[in-house]
């Protein structure tokens, strides 16, 4: 096995997100768009973290047939995996057809990503152009629906993609623990696992929250509605007119 470090840390995370995804999938929830987009998030994730780490592990010539094939799957499930997170952040702020219409720029940006990675490039980088805006809007689902009901989990939900734009410094500057034994890859490996399992937090309020469609519209802040006063049956009764005194 090469780098045994980058292929069990990315095994490791690979197992993690499986787990999330399962966890997700099982909790009762009224908005399965919602819960289906998490699931997909963390499966995408995990199925990329595990063609990863068999390449680095088991296959590092990239030139090979079989060490291309793998990259280029690891590269599209990223992709797929930023295109989940889209539809995440998207349906945490809007529902209906809004939800959809917030959505629509994910289908053209993971479009042109997997041209891009068939035809262009295969280098890790341009994995940045697609989840880059979908950790950006997820970001932003999580701090509105925490600045809207004060919960701790979406603060958490919130902490992990700070956590994971960390983990993208550690990886472009080659930030690592040891050259050798733990280098940037596994470090970068093992701070993404730190921050799945915080937006896995978020991500499972959020689906518990939706048992009740009123409970998810306040958490998240849309389509409420101000409370109505009740309006009285029957015409309402006449005022007497006074006249004023003759003079």
């Not at 069990?8 to 289906?36: H, S």
């Not at 696992?193 to 306040?218: K, N, P």
């Not at 802040?221 to 029957?234: C, D, H, K, S």
Request: hydrophobic share 50%; net charge positive.
């Amino acid at each position: 096995m090469g780098a045994p470090d980058v292929t069990l840390t990315d095994y490791g995370l690979a197992l993690e997100c499986a787990i999330c995804a399962a966890f997700l999938g099982l909790a009762p929830t009224y908005r399965k768009g919602l819960r289906n987009a998490a699931v997909c998030f963390f499966a995408f994730l995990g199925a990329s973290a595990a063609a990863g780490g068999t390449v680095h592990g088991f296959y590092p010539d990239e030139q090979s047939p079989e060490g291309r094939l793998l990259w280029l799957m690891t590269l599209q499930l990223v992709g797929l995996a930023g295109f989940s997170a889209w539809i995440l952040g998207a349906s945490m702020l809007s529902s209906g057809r809004a939800t959809r219409w917030l959505a629509f720029p994910s289908f053209v940006a993971v479009g042109c990503y997997s041209v891009v990675v068939l035809l262009i490039t295969q280098e890790y980088w341009i994995t940045m152009t697609v989840s880059l805006p979908a950790a950006l809007l997820l970001l932003f689902g999580f701090c509105h629906a925490f600045r809207r009901s004060r919960q701790l989990f979406l603060l958490l939900g919130a902490s992990g993609l700070v956590l994971t734009f960390v983990a993208a410094f550690i990886q472009l500057t080659r930030v690592s623990i040891h050259p050798v034994y733990f280098d940037h890859n596994a470090f970068y490996h093992g701070v993404q696992a730190v921050a799945m399992a915080l937006i896995f937090l978020g991500s499972r309020y959020l689906v518990g929250s939706a048992r009740e469609t009123d409970d998810l519209r306040q958490v998240c802040g849309y389509g409420v509605q101000p409370l109505a006063l009740p309006v009285p049956l029957g015409r309402p009764a006449r005022q007497p007119v006074i006249l004023p005194p003759p003079t």
